[in-house]
T-cell receptor
Framework: SQTIHQWPATLVQPVGSPLSLECTVE??????LYWYRQAAGRGLQLLFY??????ISSEVPQNLSASRPQDRQFILSSKKLLLSDSGFYLC???????????FGQGTRLTVV | KNEVEQSPQNLTAQEGEFITINCSYS?????LHWLQQHPGGGIVSLFM?????KKHGRLIATINIQEKHSSLHITASHPRDSAVYIC?????????????WGAGTKLIIKP
């Protein structure tokens, strides 16, 4: 069966520090991978998606970047965090277009 | 106006009550998703449907494509059903599949 791992679960980082959140998927090949952010009291916002190794599409211009160094690994990064980067970040995968998405447990990021 | 509207925003009910959460959308879609987000933040996909009705345990999801409306029902509600329920509509745009998310309905079931 397929599983998705996302870590860390919580993170408190100072403004200006770097960020690296990692997501890995097991039990499937060539998944579509997604990074979402959920700000307090708001819906999910798609940040990045990837349909293959090295292929990253950005939905919203921002202080963040994503990379997919391996087929089942998706990394969300920032060189210098801003206060506005605080939020709940979710990684997800799907088998293809128009299919169900499965989510990791999320990372609650607080930038102080 | 948001493309996906959920109602109510908040719902508190007693254990055993029949629960209905509504989702209306204004765009053409390929499918509609219902998801459950627990207090810790984890999200679980409940249903993905493009027509008719689906049932899983005590959960039932219906969709009316003509009226652009979907409902999620919970029968014999239980405190463990307390969570945020999120509706999202999916559509194919420029060879990609776009999900448009509702703001969620926070459900509290009291014992």
């Amino acid at each position: 069966s397929q599983t998705i791992h996302q870590w860390p679960a919580t993170l408190v980082q100072p403004v200006g520090s770097p960020l690296s959140l990692e997501c890995t998927v097991e039990g499937t090949s060539n998944p579509n991978l997604y990074w979402y952010r959920q700000a307090a009291g708001r819906g999910l916002q798609l940040l990045f998606y990837s349909v293959g190794i090295g292929q990253i599409s950005s939905e919203v211009p921002q202080n963040l970047s994503a990379s997919r160094p391996q087929d089942r690994q998706f990394i969300l990064s920032s060189k210098k965090l801003l206060l506005s980067d605080s939020g709940f970040y979710l990684c997800a995968w799907s088998a293809g277009l128009s299919t169900e998405a499965f989510f990791g447990q999320g990372t609650r990021l607080t930038v102080v | 106006k948001n493309e996906v509207e959920q109602s109510p925003q908040n719902l508190t009910a007693q254990e055993g009550e029949f629960i209905t959460i509504n989702c209306s959308y204004s765009v053409g879609i390929s499918a509609l998703h219902w998801l459950q987000q627990h207090p810790g933040g984890g999200i679980v996909s409940l249903f993905m449907l493009s027509s008719g009705k689906k049932k899983h345990g005590r959960l039932i999801a219906t969709i009316n494509i003509q009226e652009k409306h979907s409902s999620l029902h919970i029968t014999a509600s239980h405190p463990r059903d307390s969570a945020v329920y999120i509706c999202a509509v999916g559509r194919c745009m420029d060879s990609n599949y776009q999900l448009i998310w509702g703001a969620g309905t926070k459900l509290i079931i009291k014992p």
